[in-house]
């Protein structure tokens, strides 16, 4: 089984800097990246990589992503389109369309996550701009057999502890 490393909203980040981020963990099979990638990208940069399209991005992307790592079913947005970013309960209506054991968005910048019986909703927060009081730049590592997320400050590496809301 696989640990994955989920984020979004890296904005300025270069190319080169994202790249030393990730060599960060080399136990990590996938990266998620959830939009607002840096100016420039263009897809198939990065091996093992998902990224949606975000509010920022100017290349061709999918607005809405879906796929499998390990049996477990994933299903990637922004956050901007609908207001989902700010209604994350209404991210379960995405099930309809594209079943999924997990649904990941950024937009907010602020990590969130929230466990329901069908369902795992994730937002990493920022890489590049936090929004979080107190401010911090933060992804989140997901274990597809355990089904554990733990959520990380970019600069300290020390885990933040959210509280998980339940439905």
Request: hydrophobic share 30%; aromatic share 14%; glycine share 4%.
């Amino acid at each position: 089984m696989s640990q994955i490393l989920i984020i979004s909203d890296s904005h300025y980040l270069r190319k080169n800097e994202l790249h030393q981020f990730f060599k960060q963990f080399p136990h990590c099979s996938t990266i998620i990246h959830c939009g607002d990638i840096y100016p420039g990208y263009q897809p198939d940069e990065f091996d093992n990589f998902y990224i949606c399209k975000g509010n920022n991005d100017y290349v061709n992307l999918p607005r809405i992503l879906s796929f499998t790592i390990d049996h477990v079913r994933f299903t990637i947005t922004h956050g901007h389109i609908k207001n989902y970013a700010y209604q994350p309960d209404s991210l379960l209506e995405l099930l309809n369309d594209y079943p999924a054991d997990v649904i990941c968005f950024g937009h907010t910048h602020i990590p969130y996550f929230q466990k329901t019986k069908d369902c795992i909703i994730i937002n990493p927060g920022s890489l590049a701009l936090g929004r979080s009081y107190p401010r911090q730049n933060t992804y989140a590592l997901f274990d597809t057999e355990t089904k554990d997320i733990h959520f990380y400050d970019m600069k300290t590496k020390d885990e933040i502890i959210l509280e998980n809301r339940q439905l």
